[in-house]
């Protein structure tokens, strides 16, 4: 009787451990993020990223599982400074589990936006500058050996130093490029507020956005959009740099409406392609983008 007591109990504890979910040690909210984290951590741990390729940060949305999953993870990475409108409160909920967070965007020295409906709030949207990126690289890098068990901190630690590295020599890159644009052209129109932070590393200038703020969520006035062709007809724009997850047919319309030929140039701005597109990782993204900004600007 105890020998068949002991093999049913053996049963119910497989059982049980073959049904159990499996714990996601670190949580990330946004693609870039989770492309950043995964290239820190290589196989020291597992990372699951809520937003799928080509989404939009303002405005996506989690399930009951992803949600169960932050209220359980080790640490929860997310970029703030109100980026993730949708799953914010998911964010709340885990910190109130005891979970760890980590909030990138408030702790890379953060820009605030200069003008539109956002003017003095905090800019999120500190990717497009490879520079905070190192600083978020290494600030993960210190978070994760922290707050994740079982991990090899010296292993982590190489890994987000090799990775800065990367991403410093990608900068180094891109300041190149950019400084061969001739000063007349270095002028940016964009779908929405989100690339102060490139704008103010390599020297170019914002002169307009369709959407005066830091959400796609928010609505251009008629005002906004004749603002908008006076300063596309001032500064002589050649390109409106539209988000390739968003309709282009607003900024394609207002290319009519300024009476000249303005192209309509899609970039990555908010997040990384699938597998197979053109911006993968955030090294392929920053690349696409740069190459398709000098493209619409030298047209």
Known sequence: MLTALVAAAAVLVGSAACTSPERTRIVVTTNILGDVVAEIVGDQAEVSVLMKPNADPH???VSAREAHAMQTADLVVYNGLGLEEGVL???EAAKS?????????????PMEYRDGDAAGLPDPHFWTDPRRVVTAIRLLGEEIVTHVDGVDA???RHRAETYAKDVGDLDARLAERFAAIPAERRVLVTNHHVFGYLAERYALTVVGAIIPSGTTLASPSASDLASLVTAIKTHQVRAIFADTAQP????????AEAGVTVGV???YSE?????DGDAATYLDMMRFNTEAIIGGLSG
């Open 59 to 61: 405005s996506f949305a």
């Open 89 to 91: 409160h998911h964010v």
């Open 97 to 109: 589990e005891g979970v760890p967070t980590v909030e990138v965007g408030a702790r890379v020295e």
């Open 154 to 156: 010296e292993a982590v």
């Open 248 to 255: 282009a047919r607003l900024a394609e319309v207002l290319a």
């Open 265 to 267: 140039v899609g970039l």
């Open 271 to 275: 997040s990384l392609s699938g597998a």
